[in-house]
């Protein structure tokens, strides 16, 4: 899987087919909020799932149904923007949505702020998205082995 910044949005290329990746903001208590488009149907969501097949929501994926699991996930989700955006402020949306593949060891220590608040800040973020990738974890294998059992 990857995905590619073009002006305007990004594309992501996931089992050979690309599809563009729109993003969309609401207003939010401090400031903009990002969201994914599912490149399926076009609604806002929070978090994509990426299959063999498609980039896509959860209704899109077929998982109708909220598990306790997946209400966890995404609650976790939002908390890791809270504390990455407290953090940091503003900052690329992929890097803080849903894929979260940049590591907060790649973002910079704000101005001004001492050395020592800071590790110990990024420790506490880094502590909790440690514990959010095991739920992750588990749900995107369950996730895969549905998939691969019905088809
Ligand atoms: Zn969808």
């Known amino acids: 899987m990857s995905v590619k910044r073009l002006t305007g949005g990004y594309t992501i290329t996931a089992g050979g087919r690309t599809q563009p990746l729109k993003l969309t903001t609401t207003r939010a208590g401090y400031g903009v909020r990002y969201w994914y488009c599912c490149p399926c149907c076009g609604r806002r969501c929070a978090v994509l799932y990426v299959t063999h097949q498609q980039v896509a929501c959860r209704q899109c994926c077929g998982l109708h149904y909220a598990s306790q699991s997946e209400s966890t996930q995404e609650r976790m989700m939002r908390s890791v923007y809270r504390r990455r955006l407290a953090l940091w402020g503003r900052f690329e949306p992929l890097s803080v949505l849903g894929l979260l593949p940049m590591s907060p060891y790649l973002f910079m220590k704000p101005p001004r702020m ?38």
């Not at 973020?125 to 082995?145: G, N, P, Q, S």
């Open 114 to 151: 001492h050395w020592q608040t800071f590790e110990a800040r990024r420790g506490e973020v880094m502590d909790y998205e440690r514990r959010f990738w095991k739920v992750e974890k588990a749900i995107l294998t369950r996730l895969f082995t549905n998939h691969d059992g019905a088809r």
